[in-house]
């Protein structure tokens, strides 16, 4: 009766003691389940937080070279234009003539060349106003289409290659229509052939580049259109 007792009671000690191990090694399971829970968990958060600052820094991106496309687009159709409107200086006496000179934003010596040729030549000297409007326009144009170029260098990650190589191509399309003004800064209203050949050149670039504007917009505004969803 007392062995039947003693390993009743040996019995009782093992499964206790096989209980004692279990809940151990169960609560060693699960405190290892929960932290490898928690690091899965913060892996994701990071990794959502790092997505979500890169999505971020893309629409920024990608808004800074919509709005200098926009402003540098602006400046070269004011460039390329044959329709811009020129004063007429010659309504003007030669004082009024050359404060308007003093305002260029060109050297001295360029300054006092034309107002010298003013007392000469007066048409020669207001065709020379107009070649240095011109040279002044295409060099704000130009700093406005660097700093579109820049602001899309700056987007490139975030760009499909192909996207970046379109627009690129549209950019080097905006300086070459510049380059042309600059080149043969001209008076569209001479008779020559020649001129009138050059004005027809930068109608068809002015058209040419404001149909890429279109391609270009479509281009932006569906990568746009993906942040908005992934926000979404």
């Given amino acids: 009766m007392n062995s039947i007792i003693l390993v009743s009671n040996v019995i009782a000690i093992l499964v206790s003691i096989g209980t004692f191990i279990f809940s151990i090694f169960k609560f060693y399971k699960q405190d290892k389940i929960n932290s490898q829970y928690e690091q899965v968990k913060f892996t994701n958060q990071q990794n959502l937080k790092n997505y979500s600052i890169y999505i971020d820094n893309k629409h920024k991106r990608l808004i800074e070279v919509t709005d200098n496309m926009v402003t540098a687009l602006g400046h070269v159709n004011d460039v390329v234009s044959v329709l811009q409107e020129k004063i007429d200086y010659a309504k003007y006496s030669d004082n009024q ?3 308007y000179i003093e305002n260029l934003k060109i050297n001295d010596d360029e300054k006092s060349s034309i107002k010298k040729l ?3 030549d007066r048409h020669a000297a207001i065709n020379k106003i107009y070649y240095w409007e011109d040279k002044i326009r295409c060099h704000d144009a130009k700093r406005l289409i ?3 170029r820049q602001s899309l260098l700056n ?4 760009i499909v290659e192909e996207n970046y190589r379109i627009i690129d191509k549209f950019i080097v399309d905006l300086f070459e229509v510049v380059q042309i003004v600059e080149d043969y800064s001209i008076d569209i209203y001479t008779n020559s052939k020649e001129h009138y050949g050059i004005v027809r050149l930068r109608v068809e670039k002015e058209k040419s580049i404001n149909s890429s504007f279109d391609n270009i917009i479509a281009i932006l505004r569906k990568e746009l259109d993906g942040y908005s969803d992934t926000k979404g």
């Fill in 97 to 99: 003539v050359v404060q």
């Fill in 118 to 120: 003013l007392l000469t």
């Fill in 146 to 148: 660097a700093i579109f």
């Fill in 155 to 158: 987007a490139r990650l975030y």
